[in-house]
C-alpha cells in the first residue's frame, strides 16, 4: 500500500487484497464510458459525506458475445487488463477533483468476471454501489443499460444511478434531497435513508406524495377534493412522523400531487440533487423487483437516483 499527498488532498492508493475490513466501502463500477466516470464522481463525493473508503472496480472479461471460439488468447487477455488499468485511473483522477481537498481513502479492482454477478456479490459487502445509466457498450437510444438496470433489482445495498449529471457542483449540491412517498411498509428505508442523506448534505428534504387511483374521480365528486386530500396529508405526515425529531436540522417541505407519482417525482426532480426510492411501492408484492414507478424514474431523471430495497421482505424476492 502507498500513501501520497495530491494536489492537497490526502489519497491512499492500493490494490484490492480481499482482507477483511471493519468498515462498508463505497463502490462505483466503471467501463471507460463518459457515464461511468460521472458515477465516479458522485461516489467520491458522497464517501467523503459518509467518511467511506471509495473501491472503484472494473471488469477485463471479455462480452460472451464477443470471446472468440476457444476461449481469449493472451493477448487479447493482456490488451482488456492494459485497457482496465487506463479505465482505473482515469475514475481515480476525477475521483480526486470530485473529493474536493477532502481526505480519500481509494481502493481499485480488476475483476475477471462478468460485472454484474461480480457487482451483485459485491453488494452484499458494500454501503452504496453507483453505476452510470448506461455503458460504453450500449446504444445511445437505449435509456437504461444493463448493469444500471440488474443492480437496482437484484443488489443487496442501496444503488445509486447516475446520468447526465453527477450533481457535484457547488450550485446542484445547494438543492434538496427529494424523496418519493407512497405510504407502503417498502418505503420506510427510503425515508430514513433520505433524511440521512438530507443531513449529511446540510440541504432540505422534499417528500413528495402523489397518488393517481383508478376510482380517485369518482372519489372527488362524491367525497369532494378537500377530504381526498385530507386523507392523503394523514398518510404523508404517518409516514414522516418522528423522522423531523430525529434530524432536527433538515427543513422538510411536503407537497401532495394528484397525479401519477413518477410525473410527480419527474417533474420535481428538476430542483432536486438527488432522488430516493423505495424500490416498489403499495402496489408491488413481496416477492416483486422493482416498481414501476423506480422502473420509471430510473429511465428519466437526470440527477442521480437512489434505489433503497428494505433488507427483509426484498431478499426473499431476490
Known sequence: MTGRRVEGQAVTEHAATGEADTDLPTVAAVDGSAVSYRAAAWAAADATLHNSRLHLVTSAALPPTSEPAGGPNDESLRRL??????????ARRLARVAASGEVLTISTEVTADPIIPHLIDRSRRSRIVAVGSRGRGALRRRLLGSVSSALARHAHCPVAVVHSSSATDSISASKPVLIGVDGSENSV????????????????????HAWNDASAGLDAAIMGWDAIRGTEDAVLAESLAGYQERFPD??????LAWDKPARALL???????????????????????LGST?????????????????????????
Open 294 to 318: 423506480s422502473t420509471a424514474l430510473l429511465q428519466t431523471v437526470d440527477c442521480p437516483i437512489i434505489v433503497v430495497r428494505g433488507p427483509a421482505k426484498d431478499a426473499a424476492g431476490q
Open 250 to 255: 433538515v427543513a422538510v417541505r411536503r407537497i
Open 267 to 289: 417533474d420535481e426532480s428538476d430542483n432536486a440533487q438527488l432522488v430516493v426510492l423505495g424500490s416498489h411501492g403499495r402496489g408491488g408484492f413481496a416477492g416483486m423487483l
Open 189 to 208: 428505508p427510503a425515508i430514513e435513508f433520505a433524511f440521512e442523506e438530507a443531513s449529511r448534505r446540510k440541504v432540505g428534504l422534499v417528500a413528495l
Open 81 to 90: 487488463q492494459v485497457d482496465a488499468g487506463r479505465v482505473l485511473e482515469e
